[in-house]
């Protein structure tokens, strides 16, 4: 089963994810959530996409932008 979420569609301060919060994007100005992928620059994800698999679960985004350090 695949779930998206549209955080754009959320207000600011919801927290979406587990330790994500959402913000104004400081590229784009829609809504999304902040992320630091390990060692990458951070993004800010405006929709992603989730599927529950057998051995757990996949979140693939399918809207962000990079954001500069
Ligand atoms: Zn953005």
Do not use: K, W, Y
């Amino acid at each position: 089963m695949i779930t998206i979420d549209d955080f754009t569609r959320m207000p600011e301060g919801t927290i979406a994810t587990p330790g994500g919060r959402v913000v104004r994007c400081p590229a784009c100005g829609r809504n999304g959530v902040l992320e630091h992928p390990g060692n990458d620059a951070p993004r800010c994800v405006h929709v992603e996409e989730s599927e529950i698999l057998c051995d757990g679960m996949r979140t693939d985004p399918t809207d962000c932008c990079e954001l500069a350090q």
